[in-house]
C-alpha cells in the first residue's frame, strides 16, 4: 500500500507548479527508517494545492488550524492506497511566533521529493510533538542514539 501510495501522490503532484515534499513517518521511511506509515503528508503551495483539491476524484476533507500548526489550506485526501494529507504553505507556531516550513533541500526517492535527512530531522524536532521527536530520533545514526542514553 505503502509504494502504491507514493505513486498516487506522485501523479496527482506531477502538475505541480512550485516545489513539493513528503514529510513525517513517510519520509522516514523513506530515508530508510522502520517506522509505520498511516498517511502520506506533503508539503504544497496554495496554488498547487487549489488544483490538487480540484482534481482529486476521492473524498476531500479541508481541516482546522491549530495552536501549532496552520495551513493554506490543510486537507485530508481520501481514495489513494493510503489517505494524503496535504499541507498547502504550511506554518509553525513556536514562541508565538508563526513560520512558514518550507525545507531547503529536495531528495527525489521512490519517485516523490523528501527534505534531506538532517533537514527532516531538524522539521520533526521544531514540529515538538512526541511522535515527531520519535521519527526524528530514528533519523539519527545509531552512534548519535547510544551517546544519549
Known sequence: MFDAALAQVAAALRPARDPWWVIGSAAVRLHGAETSVDDIDVLVSARDAT???GDWPGAVTIG???DRFRSH?????????LPIEV???LE???DG???RVSPATRVALAGVFVPG???LGAI???FGRDKDLARAGLLEPPDANLARR
Do not use: H, Q
Open 64 to 66: 482546522a488550524a491549530s
Open 87 to 89: 499541507m498547502a504553505d
Open 73 to 81: 489550506p490543510f486537507a485530508r485526501l481520501d481514495g489513494a492506497a
Open 124 to 126: 520533526l524536532r521544531a
Open 51 to 53: 488544483r490538487l483539491l
Open 92 to 94: 509553525l507556531c513556536t
Open 117 to 119: 535527512r538532517d533537514e
Open 97 to 99: 511566533v508563526w513560520r
